[in-house]
């Protein structure tokens, strides 16, 4: 029994190109999307060097031209002195993201100052992304309320999150919010099995209790976002393990399992995989896109294979429910059965 | 030339009473605040055991009603069971105290949720002070317009906090803040003579751009209160150095400085330490009650010989202009030229 569904959108990846090219590039890292029934991805701007400004946006931008096999969209990163500057460039980004908290690389706004003069300069309807956790996540929600503009939280991981966004919300404020798959599926008593450095990931797998808020409040999550965060297994297990799990072959399939529990519906996973993310990120329609699922289909996670170049996953070994079986991009058979088709440079940046 | 004032009022001090007698207690700490103008204080809940109960509320009340020379009234503290219980005493106390960040004592409201939980109960005509820093001021701004009410912020010290409440209050949110002297006049330039042990306090003190900023942004601070916490000389120099500075008996003539070298007024003095707390903190008028300065002494601040049993200070050493030499409380003389002559149980409790 096929499903048809449409494209999916993945507001919240990381393609690590440039600069790390060795664990992901567009042409892995789409490959990847594809699989998982991904036809748009907004990638985040953390990368060697930081997209801060024209120069490097270009360098992303042509490597996503070069090599994307889906549509693509990069994001600008809001640094400590790049507030007047990357404005001009809004219409050529997916948004601005603001890294509030600690994660992996060298962007982050300390300062509260700081977030003032981006929020006051960024166009208002253009896209605010942002990595806040906790009380930075409430700070942030007011600081947008003083420049009455609306921001999206990424990863939403703990109970107090959830329920301060609802709160939020309820009050009318302009806030939206992603969350990624392992924050619904992991919890830190994951951490025993799968390892310290495999298990690190900003924000931190949460509790048990956390998990399940976020469960208990899927009416206020907008959308479902990997946080496609891929880091070779040899550097998980390494010192120094880098936080971040890829998750761009792994979401759907865990998330229509949900479906197939009746933990969520149908319509509950394309208002958090398309419309809305569509919405919020002001993505434009995809002509002749759609997805097959064969919503019968029962299989094993694996432990290699993936298209995603750092060739793991947290999710190795879970039983999952649906299987895509058919990408179809701007009219052409993008992924069928287990082959990627679309050539590098296929994906078109939404934002040329 | 005799300046004659209100009786000052001093909205966030430690007693120690009950627990910690041995620093101060009830009898020291109020004949500290009359030597310093000081004709009312409120006293923080992080005693032993924390005011968090009728009955702990009965022992530092009683403990006051015997031995403070001044007037006073006891804050209650928001701990995480005890916000459906609290409201019924709210009438007894001179607020809630929230404590979000770490600092002396074992009060503390890490979740967002129970803030929530204060917030709602506790009722909306009667003061809530908190302890936030950075960001969780932020976040405590949010969540009172969540419920409607004001705020007090306590302790503002640096650059982020002062523009933070500037905005607020700029946006009609009903916020109210203090900053204590310390903040004023000491930064982290201060810790290499001061020691690292006498120089800890809660927050830290910032950078000599933090002070700027508070004083650049003085117009947005409503109250100057001491956080008087005293703690003895023998701990700070320990091996754990409790955060804390006493500050009643050189609160006013360090501001009194001030006003000489013409950086505030006396109007400014007068507002922040009598108007504006009386309000924010819904005191009673005292009746034949002022304070006696003479505005052109000029002395040093010794290091020993106060009246608080800590008996030291972290600005010995400093010149200073203005020296009170009479407090007329109650139609009584209660301090007169170094001599405190208010006894204990003299005070009243302003909330009783």
Redesign the interface.
């Known amino acids: 029994m096929t499903l048809k569904l449409p494209g999916l959108i993945d507001a919240h990846v990381h393609m690590r190109d440039p600069g790390a090219e060795y664990k992901e590039d567009w042409t892995s890292g789409t490959a990847a999307a594809l699989t998982g029934g991904f036809t748009v991805v907004l990638a985040m701007p953390n990368t060697q060097p930081p997209i801060t400004n024209d120069k490097n946006l270009s360098l992303a931008l042509e490597a996503g031209r070069h090599k994307a096999r889906c549509d693509f969209a990069q994001f600008l990163g809001a640094g400590p002195d790049n507030a007047a500057v990357i404005p001009a460039l809004s219409q050529k980004a997916a948004g601005m993201k603001m890294y509030l908290d600690q994660t992996y690389g060298p962007l982050r706004l300390d ?3 700081l977030w ?1 003069d981006h929020l006051s300069q960024w166009p208002v309807d253009a896209p605010i992304a942002v990595h806040a956790e ?3 996540m ?2 942030i ?3 947008a ?2 420049f009455g503009r609306s921001v999206h939280l990424c990863h939403v991981s703990t ?2 999150e959830i ?2 966004i609802k ?2 919300k309820e ?1 009318g404020l302009n806030v939206t919010c992603e969350v990624a798959p392992h924050h619904l599926f992991l919890s830190d008593e994951d951490i025993k099995h799968l390892g310290v450095g495999k298990s690190e990931v900003r924000p931190r797998l949460a509790t048990r209790a956390d998990c399940e808020a976020l469960w208990d409040n899927i009416q206020v999550v907008d959308c479902f976002a990997t946080d496609h965060a891929p880091h070779t297994l040899a550097e998980k297990d390494g010192l120094n393990p880098p936080p971040g799990f890829p998750g761009l072959e792994t979401a759907f399939s865990l998330l229509y399992t949900a479906v197939s529990q009746e933990r969520i519906s149908v319509d509950d996973l394309v208002s958090r995989m398309y419309t809305n993310p569509r919405r919020i990120f002001n993505l434009p329609e995809q002509q002749q896109t759609w997805i097959e699922i064969d919503q019968k289909a029962r299989y094993e996670i694996g432990s290699s294979n993936f298209y995603t170049r750092c060739d793991w996953s947290p999710f190795s070994g879970w039983k999952v429910v649906g299987r895509i079986t058919r990408v179809v991009l701007r009219g052409n058979e993008a992924y069928r059965d287990g082959q990627v088709l679309a050539p590098p440079g296929y994906g078109v940046n939404i934002r040329y």
Do not use: C, P, Q, V
């Open positions: 300062d509260m100052t003032r906790g009380r930075s409430a700070a929600i007011l600081a309320t003083f109970r107090e329920l301060l709160a939020a009050k």
